[in-house]
């Protein structure tokens, strides 16, 4: 017979499995057919963090790196994936408290709940370099899924995703080297 504590971790399972079905809306805004998950975000979220972890200097946790990587959209389960223009209409920190609040919740009565809250936490403030790798990784999976979304579906009105991919404003260089060979493809597919 299940333990209460057991009905709790399959609620949360329940939930988290939204995430396989909640569309990341700035693809579906711009007309994308079919867009990615958050689920399949997170999962190339992560597989380009496993990968940077192997070419940055200085040591780093795997595990937390990779931990962070699976948990950063998390709470988007509970409060859906919001567009960067809708987020521009909120107050200063909104969304990020929207989401703090909804991970409470999604995790309150678990035994990893303070575990992946701090994880979670250390993500959004930025001040780590665990966190600026897996931010990193973050925004290079937005490019290399808007690159194949003009290269497959041949949408035109992407750009926008390309405005902030500043080499320069990434924190590791192998991050730099990556942005700037995703715009040299991307420049390629113009000729």
Same mark, same amino acid.
Not at 1 to 15: G, K, N
């Given at each position: ?15 988290a499995n939204r995430l396989k079905t909640t569309r ?29 972890l192997d070419q940055v200097e200085g040591p780093l ?40 609040? &909804?991970? =409470? %919740?999604?995790? !309150?009565?678990? *035994?990893?709940?303070?575990?992946? +809250? /701090? ?18 990784a973050d925004r290079l999976d937005l490019l290399l ?19 902030? &991919?500043? =080499? %320069?404003?990434? !924190?590791?260089? *192998?991050?730099?080297?990556?942005? +700037? /060979? ?10």
């Open positions: 017979m299940p333990t209460r504590s057991t009905d709790r971790l399959l609620d949360m399972l329940l939930r990341r809306a700035g693809w579906a805004v711009r007309g994308v057919p079919a867009p990615e998950s958050v689920a399949d975000h997170s999962q190339g979220t992560a597989l380009l963090a496993l990968l940077l946790d795997r595990a937390k790196v990779l931990g962070m990587a699976i948990l950063h959209d998390l709470p988007e389960c509970e409060i859906g994936d919001l567009t960067t223009a809708a987020v521009r209409h909120l107050p200063p920190g909104a969304k990020t408290a929207a989401e703090a609040g &909804a991970l =409470a %919740e999604l995790l !309150a009565g678990l *035994p990893c709940g303070e575990s992946w +809250r /701090a994880i979670w936490q250390e993500y959004a403030d930025q001040g780590t370099p665990e966190a600026r790798l897996v931010r990193d899924q808007a690159l194949v979304y003009e290269r497959t579906t041949g949408q035109r009105e992407l750009g926008e995703f390309w405005e902030h &991919a500043r =080499a %320069e404003s990434f !924190a590791f260089e *192998p991050s730099r080297d990556l942005v +700037r /060979a995703l715009t040299r493809a991307r420049g390629a597919r113009d000729r």
